[in-house]
Nanobody, 121 residues
Framework: QVQVVESGGGLVQAGGSLRLSCAAS????????MGWYRQAPGKQRELVAT???????KSADSVKGRFTISRDNAKNTVYLQMNNLKPDDTAVYYC???????????????WGQGTQVTVSS
């Protein structure tokens, strides 16, 4: 089995910062892309940022210059440093992992349970 567990959400005032963490564990052979998505009330889930094993990054225009994604391959962990937060960043943030499993074939996709980020004005 594979587990993906997020931490680090919370309530912060506009202009503040938060750091999210997500760790993948279990029968993992290779962890390919890891990333963050978010879903605000009444809206569809959207990409925030993803990072491949080679360090290449894709991020939403709305967070460029404010959010930084990074990963520790030795710990199978991805981080999202969020600075200068805005009320529009309020959402449930979900971690996503694309990986191959020990004894498995092909790529598997896993989601974390989500962590709430609330930015007050």
């Amino acid at each position: 089995q594979v587990q993906v567990v997020e931490s680090g959400g919370g309530l912060v005032q506009a202009g503040g910062s938060l750091r999210l963490s997500c760790a993948a564990s279990g029968r993992i052979s290779s962890l390919n892309a890891m990333g963050w998505y978010r879903q605000a009330p009444g809206k569809q889930r959207e990409l925030v940022a993803t990072i491949n094993r080679d360090g290449s990054i894709k991020s939403a225009d709305s967070v460029k210059g404010r959010f930084t994604i990074s990963r520790d391959n030795a710990k199978n962990t991805v981080y999202l440093q969020m600075n200068n937060l805005k009320p529009d960043d309020t959402a449930v943030y979900y971690c996503n992992a694309l990986l191959t499993r020990l004894g498995g074939v092909g790529l598997y996709e896993y989601w974390g349970q989500g962590t709430q980020v609330t930015v007050s004005s």
